[in-house]
Each structure stands twice: as structure tokens, then as C-alpha cells.
């Protein structure tokens, strides 16, 4: 069924708002302002709480639109409907709008806190158009071998020639080993990892890049080398191909060195800190944090992955940082039994997954009586809720910055210092 809806404002998940007879709409593709038709997802009822659908059809554009400069991303009226560039249909500043406005918006309603926050572009992204950022991508082999993406409400594949969002240097080892040719076992996951090469050295040429099929490597490596300088230091992180390392190519750089700008200001000329790196990964906060107070930093790490942990170790060991007590583990669970030395942080370094660190990690965190605490929150619902929980614990939001290392999507990093008040 299709509607005419004008947009009201900005919502979940990349879509937006409006209201039909009284009932609420979710619509993709869709801007605040903007009068559109809408094709309802299917099955929709009269009884249901809200519908949602896509937009067929813009009556009155916002100046935010753009013409999808991927289509296949876009409206599947259009011939898109892949997935994977949800605001492709929104300007690049109109994105820093939309993303800024969520940040601010869920600070406010879940953690009472009134602040804006401007959302900041990542070195090159401006010339890039928003794309050729990812330094990770996955796709599905299709039936005939090829890599694809489904096509959304059906079980149509899609299959890829080229990938956008995935960087230039990703994209040359894709064409070096014949991805787009296809062969692969159909219903295959194909995993390109890609480290952004730092000192001019193609990846294709250098094999520090990974070609995996289900897990498994088909070509290049299974440690990758990643390097990032922060703070005028280089360091250097040997990653497992098939494990989390920040995707944008700029982020283990612009994270890391505001974390360590931040960290400085808190801990000050103390001659020696203790400090807790939760959900850690392969030690990108960690290396950076183990070096601020030398050469008294006490650190706890604590992360879940087996792999990620074994190659913070190896990161560490290399740097000579072997005083970091690199645990693994839930967090919930080792903060329940930290040993004495460690058990009183002067800071605490977070960086959960989507579902935040939520009340228990915080009461955790708050009963070690951290002065500060730094938040790196990929989702801003989260974020806003446990900045509440914290709220409450006696913590107030000193500083906060929101970087736009998701291009095209709606998703955004913000970056929040919390100190006991
Ligand atoms: C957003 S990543 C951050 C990793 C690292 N800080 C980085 O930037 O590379 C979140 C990490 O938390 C880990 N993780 C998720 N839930 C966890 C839990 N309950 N306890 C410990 N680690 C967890 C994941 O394995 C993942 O490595």
C-alpha cells in the first residue's frame, strides 16, 4: 500500500518520522520537512503500534537530499535496496546534521544531559564523497560464485563488482585477486581485511592484507600489521584478519589520539597512574595508555576474544609494556575480583560493544572510584543511557566530541569524559 506522509523528524536506525491518521510511521529514505510517498512494508495491520516503509516517490525534497551517488544503496524504488549506506540519500553535511542531532537528542531523554554536539568529518572523507573509507568489508557468494548483497524483503542476491564504501588500497587487492570474477563456494563468506598502509606501501604488493572464505584464509595473511601514530609515537599492532579492528581507515588514529589527549589532561604530571582499558581488543587504547605515566602506568586490560587478547599481549610484549595485566574475560566478571594493586584506577578507558557497558559495568566502575572515565560509545542510545546510570552514580559529563567514522550510515562515535563530581 502506498501513503503520502510528511516527514516530521529524525528517528532510529537511519529512518525517519511522520504520522498517518494518527499512527506512527518509520520511512527510510526519508528527511525531516519532506512531503513523500511511501510504500508500507508488508504485512502491516490497522491493530499494529506503528508501520514502517520506503519512500517511492519525493513530492517536497529537503535541501539535505542528494541523488544517490551509489544507487544500489538507495531506495529500492529506485533500484537500490542493498543495504549497508542508509543516508547515501543525504548530503555529507546533511549527514553531520542527522547524526548530531541523535547524539544530542540521546543524551538529553536518557541521560538528562543538555549538550550539542557537533559531529567531526575524518581527514579525506570530504574529497572521498563519504566513500572509500572501509578498511574491512563482507559479502555473501551468491549462487553462482560471485560476491553479493541481498536485495532487502527478498532472497534476491545482488552480486558486486566493486564495493565503494571499502578504501582504494582495498579495492586494488580485490581486483589483484580477481574477487569481483567470482569462483567462491556459493553461500560463502568472503572477508577482505585491508590495513591502511601508512608509510606508502601497497598492501597488494607487500601481502599485509587478507582474503578470507568462511574463516579461512585464501590469500595474503593471517596476522595483519596495523600502524598508527598517536601522540608522536608510532605503534605497531599485529591483528588477526578475521577479528574487530576499527573499520574506517582513520579512526585508529583520531580515536586513540584524542583518548590520549583527554587521558593527559586527567591524569596531569602524577608521577605515576593506574588506569583500566575495558573492552580493549587487540590494545589499540591500550599500547598508547601503558606509555602516559613512565615508568609507573599500573594497567588492567580486560577483553572477551581469545584472538584479540593473545595479540594485545604480542602487541605489548613488542613495545616492551610487559607490566599490563592484559586479562581475558567478561568485564562484569574480572571486575569482580581485580587484585588489590589495580583495584582503585585514577582512570578507566571504555570501549564497549553497541549494547553499551550498561548499569552493572557502571556501578562497577563508579565503586572503584575512578576520578575519570572515558567513553567511546558507537551507539548513541546506549551511550545516553548509561551517561544516566552514571549521572546518578555522581559522575557529570566534562567533555564530549562525536566523530563520523561511519560515512553514509547513521551510525556515529562519540568520544564522552565523565568525572566524579
Ligand atoms: C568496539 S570493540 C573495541 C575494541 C578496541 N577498544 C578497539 O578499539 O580496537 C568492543 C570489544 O569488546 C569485546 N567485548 C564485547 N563484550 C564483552 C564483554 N562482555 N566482556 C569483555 N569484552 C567484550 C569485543 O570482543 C570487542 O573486541
Not at 582499558?277 to 606509555?291: E, R
Not at 581475558?328 to 571504555?350: E, M, Q, R, W
Amino acid at each position: 500500500m502506498d501513503v503520502q506522509v510528511r516527514i516530521e523528524r529524525y528517528a532510529d536506525q537511519g529512518r525517519c518520522v511522520g504520522h498517518i491518521d494518527g499512527r506512527v510511521v518509520f520511512v527510510r529514505f526519508a528527511l525531516p520537512g519532506e512531503l513523500v510517498r511511501v510504500t508500507l512494508d508488508e504485512p502491516h495491520d490497522r491493530d499494529d503500534r506503528f508501520w514502517t516503509g520506503e519512500v517511492t516517490e519525493v513530492i517536497e525534497a529537503s535541501e539535505d537530499r542528494v541523488p544517490p551517488a551509489w544507487p544500489l544503496a538507495g531506495p529500492l524504488a529506485m533500484g537500490g535496496g542493498v543495504g549497508g549506506a542508509d543516508l547515501v540519500h543525504v548530503s555529507l553535511t546533511g549527514q553531520l546534521r542527522w547524526k548530531a542531532v541523535t547524539v544530542s537528542e540521546q543524551l538529553s531523554r536518557l541521560g538528562h544531559i543538555d549538550v550539542n554536539v557537533p559531529i567531526e568529518r575524518m581527514d579525506g572523507d570530504e574529497t572521498l564523497g563519504g566513500f572509500h573509507w572501509r578498511t574491512r568489508i563482507e559479502m555473501i557468494a551468491d549462487d553462482n560464485g560471485r560476491p553479493s548483497m541481498r536485495r532487502r524483503g527478498s532472497h534476491v542476491r545482488v552480486p558486486l563488482d566493486t564495493m565503494p564504501l571499502a578504501t582504494k588500497s582495498l579495492l586494488a587487492v580485490a581486483d589483484a585477486e580477481h574477487v569481483w570474477d567470482g569462483g567462491f563456494e556459493p553461500g560463502s563468506q568472503i572477508r577482505l581485511s585491508v590495513p591502511e598502509p601508512r608509510d606508502g606501501a601497497a598492501p597488494a604488493d607487500s601481502g599485509d592484507y587478507a582474503v578470507l572464505v568462511d574463516g579461512e584464509l585464501r590469500s595474503g595473511a593471517r596476522r595483519l600489521v596495523e600502524r598508527a601514530d598517536i601522540a608522536g609515537t608510532t605503534f605497531e599492532y599485529t591483528v588477526d584478519a578475521n577479528g574487530f579492528w576499527q573499520i574506517h581507515r582513520q579512526a585508529p588514529l583520531a580515536l586513540p589520539n584524542h583518548v590520549i589527549d583527554l587521558a593527559r589532561r586527567e591524569i596531569g604530571d602524577k608521577p605515576s597512574a593506574c588506569i583500566w582499558d575495558l573492552y580493549s581488543g587487540s590494545g589499540l587504547f591500550t599500547l598508547p595508555l601503558a606509555t602516559l605515566v613512565t615508568p609507573r602506568t599500573r594497567m588492567l586490560s580486560v577483553e572477551g576474544g581469545r584472538t584479540a587478547v593473545a595479540s594485545a599481549q604480542r602487541n605489548l610484549r613488542h613495545m616492551n609494556l610487559t607490566d599490563v595485566d592484559a586479562r581475558c574475560g567478561d568485564v562484569a566478571k574480572t571486575l569482580a575480583n581485580v587484585p588489590a594493586h589495580l583495584s582503585h584506577p585514577d582512570l578507566i578507558v571504555l570501549d564497549p560493544p553497541r549494547a553499551g557497558a550498561r548499569a552493572k559495568v557502571c556501578r562497577q566502575m563508579a565503586a572503584s572510584e575512578a576520578r575519570s572515565i572515558i567513553y567511546i560509545a558507537c551507539d548513541p542510545t546506549s551511550l545516553g543511557r548509561d551517561a544516566g546510570t552514571l549521572r546518578e552514580l555522581g559522575y557529570e559529563l566534562a567533555d564530549v566530541r562525536a566523530f563520523d567514522i561511519y560515512p553514509m550510515t547513521h551510525h556515529v562515535e562519540t568520544v564522552a569524559l565523565f568525572r566524579r563530581a
